[in-house]
């Protein structure tokens, strides 16, 4: 089973010196593969890297880098059919081969670890605080008593922020929201004072504004407990925030460790400069080229020799390839930076900042398109409007008469219009009624309140063979491209298919399949391959041939970036760009990413609860926001900047989405509100009497005229005011 | 919680009464008990058979007698069989025989059938789990009275190497037999032995693979991830949180599987000479008699109603997502 080789002392290591003695946790050529049918998967390869005590220690890197895996190893959580080997110590204590009832004394009192998916972390069957008063008895020795502990997961749970604990305590998991059990398993984790937590992305599954609320729950649990924290994500804003130091893996090892700021200000090592210049930043907007990274990482089945990263990386030379470099100090750089490449000294020379050094590198660019001037938006043509669209799913309640008791109020009265040429961006939290509105309109159907334009025609009165023509102007991409391509067709069938539906002749779709792979940026010889042989990225990209067939003028774009690595992210959202200049296109794209809108969308509508609350442009909206939810929205973004992180007051919002069945009254997010708190009573009395209208914005220069107001800039607050939160 | 469990049982009652009524409307119409008597040889006088249909009441509509059978039936007399036997009497005992056979039966299938899925789970891919799938599908794959033959032939194999009378398979006692308690008592496991394992045996091999596949759906699970991070064991966390939700879908299972049992052991009662409410079945069918049949259609439904609704119960007390409702 677990192959348990010796390593030679590395505490006596003399190179290491200088360093603190007795580092909390030390992993040492830590290696892990599985067994597959095409051969070994090494899935961490020689990884090494030490936590000291109260140190955060980031872990970045794209999805299958091997960062779960070696955390897990660290736990002593892998299935057994992994074979591990290295060294893995806790405070100089060998942790592999160790046993399992033995390792079950450290794990959750030494060492907790918080998962990923919060909501499938806790078992259904036992109330929330059952499991953690658990973890409490199952260390505390005979001193803990049932009720000693229930007491305790009482005040753990009120420490993570969850209010009214003495009550919640009894609740079952799936009366928790997903912040909330993630709140749980922190608890659950810091029940011990462990010494270490490992944290597996932990707000990956969440909301922006939830995740702010979690990751402020870990700071806290780290400051009550002391305890050192691995904080593995591919959010490299999340690390920049929170991390001490950092560590890129890549393939399995490490490919360049350092502290945060030398990180993010001077990488050494292509790879992370690429990463970084991949992620579009809340504060730079459209002006920013984005990096991708071509390709995708290797096989981990038989690796060949050399830079893991070489074909996919811009300075690649034939000696890349003649082995693999190491993790060595960085020339000119801190001494504890460390980069793997044979070329970090070339790096370090091109004297640039970090974002356009990878620019360069990368060769990209911004696309350039005709800009969409914001002054002639009225007479630019109407291609997709909808106004004061509802959509009420009934709540039914009883057996068989099942009869109706309410209303999830999904949408409620939504307006918007995206005009010729320009790229709305709806953002919003899940659940507060982006997909239902693109559903709707995607449907073309009479909506059970308002109206929905397309193309300068109303739904209502269409009749099929109208609809048939619209639905060729009207296309969609979905976030999930694996989903929406039926594995069994080869690329041909699928981007022929849309064309076949719509009766085009043979000839013309031979000709047009292998021109909109070319367009999309695929390989025209890839044509006979079947969905499974791509990856996420080009999967995406197949998608967005297909929706482009029809040559449509509006593309509905349902977070088509969101289930990508941010490498691969990169390029699709300059593809989007792309397509647009060249095609005259107009999107509505849909994100809960306020980033990747600030990138590629002209004009954000930001929603809650079923209803816009702020809607103009990027730029006005992004700099001088004025609603308190897009505040906080913002706000909750992290930067991928240490500093700009660090200088940056974060507005966290109290507790979670209220259900669209039974909204708040007044203004919906008044439960919520970070201004609401701060208000006078009669003010506070009309936020919850009064719905506040939808009414153009403020201009932001204090000197502007009285009664001055913006021509496109609406926002639904009673005391909207201008706060900078970027 | 109690507003749900009350109104299934009104709605289980009334699927009892149908299907009770379909059972005995359907052996009433093909029925023909007065034919045998008809065919006698001397044929009895016509008056000897008018009075044997009046008191049968076969000239009387067919709802009209099953309103009538039934209204006794409610008050404990379900009618007498076509020789004039008390059915209310006979019933308890074939009652008891039945339960006798079957509440082993299926406590040793549940609990040897939860422990073969769930080593086969453990073991996924290994030895024992090829095993216990093959001789499973085996099983299950092989119909009861060869089962119980094959297991009889076993049996007879085994006295006769032991050169004395281990196993028995014929009834539920010796016939007149003398001795004191513990005698009596091994002399009733000798005859257990055989039509337990009948039963069981079918029963493992259903439920082991229901659960071998709840079992592997948790086995992955996040959750038994955290049990694990927190400080449980492997086998800790494999049990108290595993198991415990691996077992809630397997709850419905185990109560119907009950209640269609007693049906299903009519093989069973055949060959190994027990006579249940499946022999009963069987002979009231061969006897062209109504009264036999509804009386235990309407037993088997009743059982049914009393296992669907402890599943009810059971499914409610296992998962929380349910008891809140
Ligand atoms: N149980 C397993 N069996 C086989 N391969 C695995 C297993 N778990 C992970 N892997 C492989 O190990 C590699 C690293 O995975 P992982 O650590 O989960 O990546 P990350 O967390 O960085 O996204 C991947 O190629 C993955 O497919
Ligand atoms: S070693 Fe070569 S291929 Fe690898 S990252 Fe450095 S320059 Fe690129
Ligand atoms: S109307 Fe009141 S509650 Fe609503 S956002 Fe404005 S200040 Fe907050
Ligand atoms: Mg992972």
């Known amino acids: 089973m677990t192959a348990y080789e010796a390593e030679s002392d590395v505490l006596a290591d003399p190179g290491r010196a200088g360093e603190p003695a007795a580092p909390l946790l030390e992993v040492a050529d830590l290696e892990v593969s599985f067994p597959s049918e095409d051969g070994r998967v090494r899935a961490v390869r020689g990884l090494s890297y030490r936590v000291s005590p109260g140190e955060v220690l980031g872990i970045v890197g794209e999805s299958g880098s091997g960062k779960s895996v070696s955390s897990l190893a660290v736990m002593g959580l892998l299935p057994p059919s992994a074979r591990i080997g290295g060294s893995i110590r806790l405070r100089g204590q060998e942790l592999l081969g160790l046993s399992d009832t033995e390792l079950s004394r450290i794990r959750g009192r030494r060492v907790a670890m918080v998962f990923q998916d919060p909501l499938s972390a806790l078992t259904p069957v036992y109330t929330v605080g059952d499991q953690i008063a658990e973890a409490l008895l199952v260390h505390g020795g005979r001193s803990t008593t049932a009720s000693t502990a229930r007491n305790r997961a009482v005040e753990l749970l009120d420490l993570v922020g969850i209010p009214n604990a003495a009550e919640r305590v009894k609740a079952f998991p799936h009366e928790f929201s997903g912040g909330m059990r993630q709140r749980a398993v922190i608890a659950m984790a810091i029940a011990n004072d462990p010494d270490l937590i490992i944290a597996d992305e932990p707000t990956t599954a969440l909301d922006v504004t939830v995740q702010a609320q979690v990751l402020e729950v870990l700071k806290t649990a780290q400051e009550v407990t002391g305890a050192g924290i691995v904080l593995i994500t591919h959010d490299l804003g999340v690390v920049a925030g929170t991390a001490d130091r950092v560590i890129v893996m890549y393939a399995g090892k490490a490919v360049e460790t350092g502290t945060v700021d030398e990180i993010f200000a001077t990488p050494r090592m292509p790879y992370t400069l690429g990463l970084l210049g991949s992620i579009p930043r809340l504060d730079v907007g459209r002006g920013q080229p984005l990096v991708p990274i071509e390709g995708q990482p290797p096989s981990l089945v038989a690796l060949p020799p050399g830079c893991p990263f070489g074909p996919r990386c811009p300075l690649h030379e034939p000696a890349c390839d003649a082995a693999e470099p190491e993790l060595l100090p960085a020339p000119g750089a801190a001494p504890d930076h460390r980069a793997a490449c044979i070329r970090t000294g070339e790096l370090a020379a091109a004297d640039a900042e970090g974002g356009e050094l990878a620019a360069e590198l990368f060769d990209a660019h911004v696309v350039e398109a005709e800009p969409v001037d914001s002054a002639t938006r009225i007479d630019r043509e109407v291609v997709l409007g909808v106004d004061r669209l509802v959509k009420h799913y009934p709540v039914r309640a009883g057996g068989i008469f099942r009869r109706q008791v309410g209303a999830v109020q999904a949408v409620d009265g939504v307006t918007f219009d995206v005009r010729a040429g320009e790229t709305l961006g709806l953002v919003g939290e899940s659940g507060c009624g982006k997909s239902t509105t693109i559903m709707e309109i995607m449907g073309l159907e009479p909506p059970t309140g308002g109206s929905i334009q397309v193309l300068g025609s109303q739904v209502e009165g269409l009749s099929r063979a109208d609809r048939k023509r619209i639905r060729r102007d009207l296309q969609i991409v979905f976030q999930d491209p694996m989903a929406s391509l039926d594995p069994r067709l080869p690329v041909r069938d699928l981007i022929a298919e849309p064309m076949e539906v719509q009766g085009f002749d043979k000839a013309h779709i031979t000709r047009r399949v292998p021109e909109l792979m070319k367009l999309v940026g695929l390989r025209s010889e890839q044509i006979n391959r079947y969905p499974g042989e791509f990856s996420g990225g080009q999967r995406q990209r197949i998608c967005i041939a297909r929706a482009l067939a029809l040559e449509p003028k509006v593309l509905v774009l349902d977070e088509p970036v969101s289930a990508l690595d941010v490498s691969i992210q990169a390029g699709v959202l300059n593809l989007l760009d792309e397509l647009k200049a060249r095609l005259g296109l107009a999107y509505l794209f849909v994100a809960h990413d306020l980033s990747v809108v600030r990138h590629i969308a002209d004009r954000v509508a930001v929603m809650y609860l079923g209803k816009i609350v702020e809607i103009g442009g990027v730029e006005e909206v992004f700099a001088a926001p004025q609603h308190p939810y897009t505040q906080a929205l913002l706000s909750a973004i992290p930067v991928p900047d240490p500093e700009v992180e660090r200088r940056r007051e974060r507005i966290l919002l109290t507790g979670d989405l209220p259900s669209p069945a039974n909204p708040p009254s007044g203004c919906r997010f008044r439960t919520r509100c970070q201004l609401f708190a701060t208000l006078g009573a009669d003010q506070q009395q009309r936020c919850i009497d009064v719905e506040p209208p939808r009414e153009s914005a403020l201009p932001a220069e204090p000197d502007a005229p009285v009664g001055a107001h913006l021509p496109d800039h609406d926002v639904a607050c009673h005391w909207a005011r201008i706060r900078t939160v970027v | ?325």
């Open chain 2, 1 to 325: 919680m109690a507003r749900f469990l009350a109104r299934r049982l009104v709605n289980y009652l009334a699927l009892c009464l149908v299907a009770t009524f379909l059972a005995f409307a359907l052996a009433a119409l093909t029925f023909d008990p007065v034919g045998k008597l008809q065919a006698r040889n001397p044929p009895p006088p016509q008056a000897t058979i008018d009075a044997k249909r009046a008191e049968l009441r076969l000239d009387e509509p067919i709802p009209q007698r099953f309103v009538l059978w039934l209204g006794d039936a409610v008050q404990g007399d379900f009618g007498r069989t076509v020789v004039n036997q008390s059915i209310s009497e006979e019933l308890p005992r074939r009652i008891g025989v039945s339960l006798r056979l079957f509440l082993l039966g299926t406590v040793v299938g549940i609990g040897l059938g939860v422990i073969v899925g769930v080593a086969s789970a453990i073991r996924q891919y290994r030895f024992s789990d090829y095993a216990a799938t093959f001789f499973s599908f085996v099983i299950l794959s092989t119909p009861v009275f060869l089962l119980g033959l094959l297991l009889k032939y076993v049996a007879l194999e085994l006295n006769t190497a032991a050169g004395a009378q281990l196993l028995v398979f014929t009834g539920e006692t010796t016939p007149g037999f003398q001795g004191g308690f513990f005698e009596a008592l091994v002399d009733r496991v000798q005859h257990l032995v055989l039509p337990t394992l009948t039963i069981a045996l079918g029963q493992i091999a259903y439920y082991s693979r229901y659960q071998r596949s709840a079992m592997l759906d948790v086995l992955g699970s996040d959750f038994l991830r955290t049990a694990q991070a927190k400080g449980l064991t492997r086998r800790k966390a494999l049990f108290k949180h595993g198991l415990r939700t691996a077992l809630v879908p397997m709850a419905t299972l185990f109560a119907f599987g009950f209640g269609l049992l007693i049906t299903g052991g009519t093989f069973t009662e055949r060959i190994f000479g027990w006579y249940g409410m499946g022999d009963w079945l069987v002979y009231g069918i061969e006897q062209d008699d109504t009264n036999i049949t509804a009386t235990v259609t309407l037993f088997v439904a009743v059982l049914v109603l009393v296992s669907g609704w402890l599943s009810d119960v059971f499914y409610a007390l296992l998962d929380p997502r349910v008891r809140l409702r």
